[in-house]
C-alpha cells in the first residue's frame, strides 16, 4: 500500500468522522422558525444543540441523518413544537 493511498484514506475518514458531529441551525421566518438538525445520536444532543429560545412563532423541526430509539421527553421543552405522527 503507497503513502499516498493512505493518506488519501486516512483524510476520507477525518472528513466522515467531522461530518458526523451533530449540529442545529435555525432559519427565522416571518411568520414561524425552522430548526434542521442532524447527526443526532443521544438524547443528550437534544440539550446540546437545539436552541432554547422561545417564540410565539410555530415552530418546524426536521431531523435528518440522525440515529435515536426515541425522542426524549423533553426534545421540544420550550420550543412552540407541535408534533404529528
Known amino acids: 500500500m503507497s503513502h499516498g493511498f493512505l493518506r488519501v484514506a486516512v483524510l476520507s ?7 458526523a458531529v451533530p449540529s442545529c441551525e435555525v432559519f427565522e421566518a416571518h411568520y414561524y422558525r425552522r430548526y434542521t438538525c442532524r447527526q443526532f445520536r443521544t438524547a443528550s444532543d ?3 444543540h437545539v ?5 410565539p412563532k410555530p415552530t418546524w423541526f426536521s431531523l435528518h441523518e440522525s440515529r435515536l430509539s426515541a425522542l426524549p421527553p423533553s426534545a421540544f421543552a420550550g420550543l ?3 408534533v404529528w405522527s
Open 51 to 55: 436552541p432554547r429560545e422561545p417564540s
Open 13 to 19: 475518514l477525518s472528513a466522515v468522522v467531522a461530518l
Open 80 to 82: 412552540n413544537v407541535t
Open 46 to 48: 437534544f440539550a446540546e
